[in-house]
Structure formats: structure tokens, C-alpha cells
């Protein structure tokens, strides 16, 4: 990011120095009207002087929850030297304070290089306007991440692994219903359920779990494990499941997976993703395709999937936070993707970042347990 290299202060300039500067910066062959915005008067407006003399402006407009900026303009011979980063760093700090979901701009794409250290990213398509090609920039804000945390079943029991290994396996709680009357006593509304051994044995195997947990709370639960036949799809969602997660099936046998979605709709399915090397992996993570996991992504999101899980498989159980990096290319490829982060999470910051990079969900599982993460954060993280 840009560092200010000369000596500027902040300002709140007048209107009529910020139309100048905005037509000198921006349209100079045009009359001064054609820079003037019909809410201008509405708006909130900042510059950067130096010497007394104006050199940077951008506007920005709030509308409920979501703030606009626009017209960011510098005088040419005091440009890359910072003053519009400054300039940015204030706006975001306002929306930051005044709790804004979102923050945006329609993008010259020649500009999108200094939006993206902001951590703003490109949605949709390009347009041209005025001689120049645009695309929307955005940054979510203050999306309130579904946080969903994670019970394993084995023998009926609330374990979990380490990535993957069944011979690495610590039980934390003989009733999983104990655990999830927890999570629900806290505010949180979701729960991520595996069946570990209908995972390794082929066919749903702890669906009694499901239904007890499911008839005693009102969490929106996603079951997954050993769902490989129409018959097991039946018992878990008779079960009281809301999603049911496939994962290896959508690799090895797509065609059943595309008939299901076909009988009950996209929406029914959480698709999980494991990844290694950015390449799906299956069959319990000992199998690596030679799927690109956004190739992955990209068609079964054209078939009407929105919810995905992915996982990291180096990071599943580790605690060494979370794979951001392959989420924000993930929702830089497929921004409208409701992308939950999963495997990782250490403590409430790689929460935080998650969140920032703009994830729909994370799921939480040894970190809860091993108390690095309590009720009450996430609590009042979704306070």
C-alpha cells in the first residue's frame, strides 16, 4: 500500500473546490457541470491539501447500510504518492465506525490495482462510460458470518480428528445432544454434523444422533457421511436434517449427485469441498484428483449449488488457521459464492479474517473444544 510521501493534511473541502479539482483530475475537456453529482449536496466530502492548495478529493454517500465512494480524483503531478490511499483509509474508517455493511465504487479498471489493497474485490461485469472501461469494486464489511460449529460421531460419540486419521482421534463429550443444546444456548443457530463412521464404512450409520438432536433443538443442521445411495439421502433428511452434505460423491459419481439435485432442489445439498494443492481430494482425503478445486466449484455452481464448504487438508485439526489465501482466490473467481470456511481455526482474529476476506460461514470444531475459542466469543461476535 502506498505510504503518503509528501506533507498533506486532511480536509473537508468546500463543494466548489472539489468540482475544480474533480474536472482538473478527471474530465478536463469537459464543462464543470459534467463532474457535479445531483446528491453531491448530500454527500460527505474529503481532501488532502498541501501548501493550501487542494490536491485530492473523493466523495462518499451512505445509503442505509451501504456507503459509496465516488470521484476520487488527484491532481496529476501529486499522484502516487499516497494521497488517495489516505484518502481511502479515512472513508473506510467511517464506515468501519458507523458500522456499514458494505463499501463500494464503480472502478476505472486502470484503478483497480489500488482498490485491491483496500482488500476490495471486482463483482460482475465491465461497462464503458465516458471513454473509460469500469467494473464495480466492493468490500464487505460487517456480513455477519454464519458461525457453525462442528460435532464428529463415532460410535455415537462427539470426537474429532486429526486431518482425517482415525487413529488420531480424542472423544470430547459421550452425548453429542449435550453439545449441541450448548450451541444453541448460545445463540448459534447451524450445525455442521458427520457421521465418521458412515464416512469409512459407506452408508449412513449415526442418523439415531441426528434425529434426537434434531427433535430437541431448533438448529439448522447439515449431516453428511456415508451418503452414497438414494436410500441414505431418505434417512437423513426423514432424520430432520435441513442440508445434506455430499462431497466425494459430487466428484465420483456426478451424475447421481445432478439427479438429486434435480428430485429435491440445489438448496437441499451443502457441497464440501476438500483441497489439497488446490486439487479435490476424496475418499477421506487418501485419494487427490486432478480437479481444479474452482473448476470444481465454477460448474456445480452453474447447476444451482450456493452453499460450499471447503477445507484445507493440511490445515484440518492443526490449529494453525485458516487457508485465506484459497479463499479469497475462491471468491475472487466465484464472488457470489456463500463460501464457508472450514479446518484451521485457532482463535477469534482467524474468525475476524475470515469474516474480512467475506465468507459466508465458518465451521468451528477443535478449537471450541479445546476452549481456544469459548461460547461467549462467538456470542458476541454475532452479537
Known amino acids: 500500500m502506498n505510504r503518503l510521501t509528501i506533507k498533506a493534511n486532511l480536509c473537508r473541502p468546500q463543494l466548489d473546490g472539489v468540482w475544480a479539482l474533480r474536472r482538473e483530475a478527471m474530465y478536463p475537456e469537459r464543462e464543470l457541470s459534467f463532474v457535479q453529482l445531483p446528491d453531491d449536496a448530500a454527500g460527505h466530502h474529503l481532501g488532502m491539501e498541501t501548501d493550501g492548495q487542494l490536491v485530492s478529493v473523493v466523495s462518499f454517500f451512505v445509503k442505509g447500510k451501504s456507503l459509496q465512494f465516488r470521484k476520487l480524483a488527484t491532481a496529476e503531478r501529486f499522484r502516487n504518492q499516497g494521497l488517495a490511499t489516505r484518502l481511502l483509509q479515512e472513508v473506510f474508517s467511517f464506515a468501519a465506525q458507523h458500522r456499514m455493511d458494505e463499501i463500494w465504487c464503480n472502478a476505472r479498471l486502470e484503478a483497480i490495482s489500488l482498490y485491491e489493497t483496500m482488500n476490495m474485490r471486482r463483482e460482475g461485469n465491465t461497462w464503458q462510460a465516458n471513454g473509460h472501461n469500469y467494473t464495480i469494486m466492493k468490500k464487505i464489511l460487517n456480513r455477519r458470518m454464519e458461525i457453525i460449529p462442528a460435532i464428529d460421531l463415532i460410535d455415537g460419540k462427539c470426537v474429532r480428528l486429526t486431518q482425517g486419521d482415525y487413529n488420531q482421534k480424542t472423544i470430547y463429550n459421550e452425548d453429542p445432544l449435550e453439545v449441541a443444546l450448548e450451541f444453541e444456548a448460545a445463540g448459534l443457530r447451524r450445525l455442521h454434523l458427520v457421521d465418521l463412521d458412515g464416512a469409512r464404512l459407506g452408508k449412513v450409520t449415526n442418523w439415531k444422533v441426528l434425529e434426537r438432536i434434531a427433535s430437541r433443538t431448533g438448529l439448522v443442521i447439515d449431516f453428511g457421511g456415508g451418503v452414497k445411495t438414494a436410500e441414505d439421502l431418505r434417512i437423513v433428511l426423514e432424520s430432520g436434517a435441513a442440508l445434506v452434505t455430499i462431497g466425494s460423491l459430487a466428484v465420483k459419481a456426478p451424475d447421481t449427485f445432478a439427479?438429486?439435485?434435480?428430485?429435491?432442489?440445489?438448496?437441499?445439498?451443502?457441497?464440501?469441498?476438500?483441497?489439497?494443492?488446490?486439487?479435490?481430494?476424496?475418499?477421506?482425503?487418501?485419494?487427490?484428483?486432478?480437479?481444479?478445486?474452482?473448476?470444481?466449484?465454477?460448474?456445480?455452481?452453474?447447476k444451482g449449488i450456493r452453499q460450499v464448504f471447503c477445507t484445507d487438508v493440511s490445515k484440518d485439526g492443526k490449529l494453525e488457521g485458516p487457508a485465506l489465501d484459497l479463499y479469497r482466490n475462491i471468491l475472487k473467481?466465484?464472488?457470489?459464492?456463500?463460501l464457508i470456511a472450514s479446518g484451521g481455526v485457532s482463535n477469534m482474529a482467524d474468525v475476524e479474517a475470515l469474516a474480512e476476506i467475506g465468507c459466508a460461514g465458518v465451521i468451528i470444531g477443535k478449537a471450541i473444544y479445546e476452549n481456544r475459542i469459548t461460547l461467549k466469543d462467538l456470542q458476541s461476535f454475532q452479537a
Open 333 to 338: 473467481e466465484l464472488p457470489e459464492l456463500d
Open 259 to 302: 439427479a438429486w439435485m434435480s428430485t429435491y432442489g440445489a438448496d437441499k445439498f451443502l457441497l464440501g469441498a476438500d483441497v489439497k494443492n488446490e486439487k479435490i481430494a476424496v475418499a477421506g482425503w487418501l485419494e487427490t484428483t486432478d480437479v481444479w478445486i474452482y473448476d470444481f466449484l465454477r460448474e456445480y455452481f452453474q
